[in-house]
Each structure stands twice: as structure tokens, then as C-alpha cells.
């Protein structure tokens, strides 16, 4: 059975670098601890975006006032709730996945 993780693609081996950066069009409310909860408005950095499906979920984090001194938290959300605003790294070099 194919792994989730085989479809990712990332910036790096580790999908620690952000690919872009997107800004939501909507609020987000998730139901589950593993996606975040995204603003209308809020900046979101992209770090891993699954291929094939219609990429229906990516993994980033927000930042901002609504964490605090926190630091961001990393999880899901769908990839419609968001605009792609800036890529930091060009399409073509996704040559790899994460594992």
C-alpha cells in the first residue's frame, strides 16, 4: 500500500524550508489536532504539498498575532482555503519526495 508520504513534495529532504507562501481566502476551523486553524487574511507558509488528487491538503503554519510568543505551529488544511501569493522555490526543482 502506497505511503502518504511518497506524495509530498517538499523543498527539502526534510520539508523543514517553505516552498511558498499563500494567504487564506476564508477562515478555517478544523476538527482534527493535526490541521491548523487558519484566519481570512492570515499569511501561510507552505512547507509540503501532496501530489496527484487534486492536491487537496497541504502542510504549513501561520504566524502572526493569533499565536503570540508562541512559535507556529505546523499542520494541514486545505488547499482551497488558501491563494498562492508568493513561491519560493520554482516547480521544477520538486524533482524529489519527502520520507
Same mark, same amino acid.
Given at each position: 500500500?502506497?505511503?502518504?508520504?511518497?506524495?509530498?513534495?517538499?523543498?527539502?529532504?526534510?520539508?523543514?524550508?517553505?516552498?511558498?507562501? =499563500?494567504?487564506?481566502? %476564508?477562515?478555517? *476551523?478544523?476538527? @482534527?489536532?493535526?490541521?491548523?486553524?487558519?484566519?481570512?487574511?492570515? #499569511? /501561510?507558509?507552505?512547507?509540503?504539498?501532496?501530489?496527484?488528487?487534486?492536491?487537496?491538503?497541504? =502542510?504549513?503554519?501561520? %504566524?502572526?498575532? *493569533?499565536?503570540? @510568543?508562541?512559535?507556529?505551529?505546523?499542520?494541514?488544511?486545505?488547499? #482551497? /482555503?488558501?491563494?498562492?501569493?508568493?513561491?519560493?522555490?520554482?516547480?521544477?526543482?520538486?524533482?524529489?519526495?519527502?520520507?
Amino acid at each position: 500500500m502506497p505511503k502518504l508520504s511518497d506524495k509530498k513534495l517538499c523543498a527539502d529532504s526534510e520539508c523543514s524550508h517553505p516552498i511558498l507562501i =499563500a494567504k487564506a481566502l %476564508q477562515d478555517y *476551523y478544523p476538527q @482534527d489536532c493535526r490541521f491548523i486553524h487558519i484566519h481570512k487574511g492570515q #499569511s /501561510v507558509y507552505v512547507y509540503a504539498m501532496l501530489k496527484d488528487r487534486g492536491n487537496l491538503f497541504w =502542510a504549513g503554519s501561520v %504566524q502572526g498575532s *493569533y499565536y503570540g @510568543d508562541q512559535e507556529a505551529r505546523l499542520g494541514y488544511f486545505p488547499s #482551497s /482555503v488558501v491563494e498562492e501569493t508568493h513561491a519560493l522555490m520554482p516547480a521544477e526543482k520538486w524533482d524529489f519526495y519527502c520520507y
